[in-house]
């Protein structure tokens, strides 16, 4: 728009006419030519004057115009940070193939912060015959009745079925939902869990479609999604047939990466927005794997431990172990990032999984808990000095000496590195020793516990992963909740002076 066509807009603007352009300052009487050269020259002065305050108010009136005008709708903004944090569903997988007690206090423990559970409830195992084998969960229905949160039952597909059998998997998982049903356990939808490749998503899709139309109206049907099916021409069919979406951006594509790639998973999210029809879930990992590597590749142990050779059978090369496991601190980070994505169609995310007392490869609850509400991460490392029975002879009674085990425990919600140096205050030490990786000394009425630091020779030989994996679990952290034994001593009395960092 050129100028004049600006001035226009503005005179006709609500803006031009209030009532700070109406004052008196503006209003100028119109002024007859004289012969006088004096009243001329006046007349000139007088008309560069009220040429200027023109151009004046005009100046002024666009500003103004600028900011009466609504913003650029077109202008490219970012979706995350434009817009207050809001607050997003929060839910958990229970996924254990064996109930337990723990399962119910878990169940209860994550009430106040998970609103529902999506429970591993039957699982299709494949067989090179085709004879595929069944495996239903025998869930507490007791316990889920108790618990008021919306249900889904998840019904796991392996990835590895050469193809799907449509009718017998129908027949499944309608005679599932009968059975809860009678049972007196309310559903609020299903889950399929399919890895499928992306090459057979149009197969996929029709037995969506099939079980859609079997399914009550009453149930919501969910499935998950691999981040590569986002590229697939055949993955926006799929939302014809589903209410709702679960993307999955953890795995290990890479041991260097760990479980989860910040990076790569904000892309993702990013991704799937432009093209998600239906509302969506993010599954976020707060479990560990085992990965071992060798010359030919890497496997990964989750849940079902492998039985891997020593060395490599093919390359005759030694089989590398890793503990890979999900940071709470990058997590907690991408969580905060997601309740400030302006997308409406996220609805929130889903923790895989509701973790057991006992449970190794897998955050505890606590930890679980301060990440998905924010709160502050920290290890609490603590030695704890246990007096055990007195196991002197009779003759030694008199020395009234009493045998002491170290125990260093880690009442934080986050592991944290093992302390690298122990001081206590002794007396009358008849023996002492230590264990799990410290060394001792006794030193004028001090025993010391000594944790050596690794030589730089010693780093450089290990494992190109174990230096570089930024999710590694390293054999000086104690995990959440985590006792170490680190020596005994048998002393008169024994006292902690000090813990000090590595």
Known sequence: MDLSSRYSTLF?????????????????????????????????????????????????????????????????????????????????????????????????????????????????????????????????????????????????????????????????????????????????????????????????????????????????????????????PEFPALFDNIDELVLQIHSVSDPRLGLFDATQGWQWVEQLSRLAEVPYLIALPSYGSAVYSTASGYRVESEVPMRMPLADTASSQHVARQELMADPQVLQSFVKKLHTFADPKLKGMIWFRLPLEGDKRVWPLSTLIAVAKQQPLAPQIELEILNQANTEPAQHEATRSRLFQLVLVNKGNVAGKLPGQLSLAAQACSGYDAQNGYQTKLTQGTLVWQLPQATSTERAAEPASSQFAPNLISAVELSPNGRRVIGWARCESLHLQGIYAP
């Not at 878990?106 to 912060?113: F, K």
């Not at 559970?117 to 869930?139: M, S, T, Y």
């Open 12 to 232: 006709h603007s609500r803006c031009f006419h209030s009532k700070r352009f109406q004052s008196r300052r503006f209003q100028f009487k119109h002024f007859k030519s004289k012969r006088s050269k004096s009243l001329q020259a006046i007349h000139r002065i007088l008309s560069l004057l009220f040429r200027l305050s023109q151009l004046l108010a005009l100046s002024f009136g666009l500003v103004l115009l600028s900011a009466c005008q609504p913003a650029n709708q077109n202008t490219s903004i970012s979706k995350v940070d434009t817009v207050a944090p809001r607050e997003l569903s929060q839910e958990v997988y229970v996924w254990q193939r064996q109930w337990r007690d723990a399962n119910q206090s878990a169940l209860v423990e994550s009430q106040s912060t998970f609103n529902g559970v999506r429970i591993l409830a039957l699982q299709a195992h494949p067989k090179p015959n085709g004879a595929d084998i069944w495996f239903e969960v025998q869930v507490n229905h007791e316990w889920l009745q108790a618990d008021p949160r919306p249900k889904v039952a998840v019904i796991r597909l392996d990835g590895q079925l050469t193809r799907l059998n449509n009718h017998e998997a129908l027949q499944k998982i309608l005679a599932l939902i009968q059975d809860w049903q009678a049972k007196g356990t309310n559903l609020a939808g299903i889950e399929i869990d399919h890895d499928s490749a992306s090459s057979k998503l149009a197969a996929y899709n029709a037995f969506l479609r099939e079980l859609k139309s079997q399914l009550p109206h009453t149930l919501k049907l969910s499935i998950t999604s691999l981040p590569a099916w986002l590229s697939s």
